[in-house]
């Protein structure tokens, strides 16, 4: 079946640094994938829209120049959290559609800004 | 946007017994219910998914209904086993590509 890798698992940064998380479709190519971000006992929120070869589609209220997102090939997506402050503290998770349809969900990012 | 709304925010019954998830959305042009199960800290698992031209599809213990006019879905879990207890989460596909989620059911199955 259809397989989205994402990485880290975890990773701890210091406040007023940032952190790049990775996004890759392993078995088939996503044009499109989907960024979303879920704070404790909370439910997941779409960030942004993530295009190969084009700019990004960000939700309301989320601020692109923080969140920085990069799709420059069909099976890889970055997101970038510059300046992370202890409130960006959470679980980062992309998901990408494959041609059968559906969702298919990283394993997910959890950020710990200290 | 979508917005979905989601009931109850928990869910206690006794193994055996039927549970059951609503929830509503307000864009017509939704076209795609999935529901997904969530252990914490793991990705969302999907369990069952309906599209906007079928009113209710069924999977062994799990079924789902849709309800077009009225705008509302529902998941169905019979003869629930303590495996069961997780968190659920229905979201929706409206215009945009990306899903709108519901903001979760805890399911806790009583022995």
């Known amino acids: 079946g259809a397989v989205v890798s994402q990485h880290p698992s975890r990773v701890i940064c210091k406040s007023g640094t940032s952190v790049k998380i990775e996004c890759r479709s392993l078995?088939?190519?996503?044009?499109?994938m989907f960024w979303y971000r879920q704070f404790p006992k909370q439910s997941l929120m779409l960030m942004a829209t993530?295009?190969?070869?084009?700019?990004?589609?960000?939700e309301q209220g989320v601020e692109k120049d923080k969140f920085l997102i990069n799709h420059a090939s069909l099976t890889l997506s970055t997101l970038t959290v510059t300046s992370a402050h202890p409130e960006d503290s959470s679980f980062y998770i992309c998901s990408a559609s494959p041609q059968a349809g559906g969702y298919t969900f990283g394993s997910g990012t959890r950020l710990t800004v200290v | 946007g979508e917005n979905v709304e989601q009931h109850p925010s928990t869910l206690s019954v006794q193994e055996g017994d039927s549970a059951v998830i609503k929830c509503t959305y307000s864009?017509?042009?939704?076209?795609?219910f999935p529901w997904y199960k969530q252990e914490l800290g793991k990705r969302p698992q999907l369990i069952i998914d309906i599209r906007s031209n079928v009113g209710e599809k069924k999977d062994q213990r799990i079924a789902v209904t849709l309800n077009k006019t009225a705008k509302h879905f529902s998941l169905h879990i019979t003869e629930t086993q303590p495996e069961d207890s997780a968190v659920y989460f229905c979201?929706?596909?409206?215009?945009?590509?990306?899903?709108?989620f519901g903001k979760g059911t805890h399911l806790i199955i009583q022995p």
């Open positions: 979201a929706a596909r409206g215009g945009a590509d990306g899903l709108t």
């Open positions: 993530s295009n190969e070869g084009s700019k990004a589609t960000y």
């Open positions: 864009d017509s042009a939704s076209n795609y």
């Open positions: 078995d088939f190519q996503a044009t499109t």
